[in-house]
């Protein structure tokens, strides 16, 4: 189960680096917030490739159910805004696919 906490570092190494852009571009913060961004970003990629599955597509495509919940947790620890309850049936669906596409049974 090591796959959990790899993906959730990844998601928020995604998710801090997408926000250093948003934060220049829409927030008016200052453009060096880029630098730390894009190496964030850097290590968003290089945390996915510690994913023990056969095909990269299949990590990051469960990747995707782990990164909109923690994408909603982001909206709620750092920009003030609470989920409701459709956020978290949401989330609780996608960790289910993600679940399923890592985990799931295959055929040799």
Do not use: N, Q
Request: with cysteine; glycine share 12%; hydrophobic share 60%.
């Amino acid at each position: 189960m090591l796959a959990l906490p790899i993906y959730l570092a990844a998601a928020l190494a995604e998710i801090a680096g997408c926000f250093a852009f948003w934060a220049w571009l829409r927030l008016g913060k200052p453009v060096w917030l880029l630098l730390p961004g894009m190496a964030s970003l850097a290590l968003f990629g290089w945390l996915l490739t510690r994913i023990d599955a056969d095909f990269a597509g299949r990590a990051f495509a469960a990747y995707g159910g782990v990164y909109i919940v923690a994408s909603v947790g982001w909206m709620w620890a750092v920009e003030g805004g609470r989920p409701d309850h459709w956020d978290m049936i949401g989330g609780l669906v996608c960790l289910v696919g993600s679940a399923i596409i890592l985990f799931g049974p295959r055929s040799p």
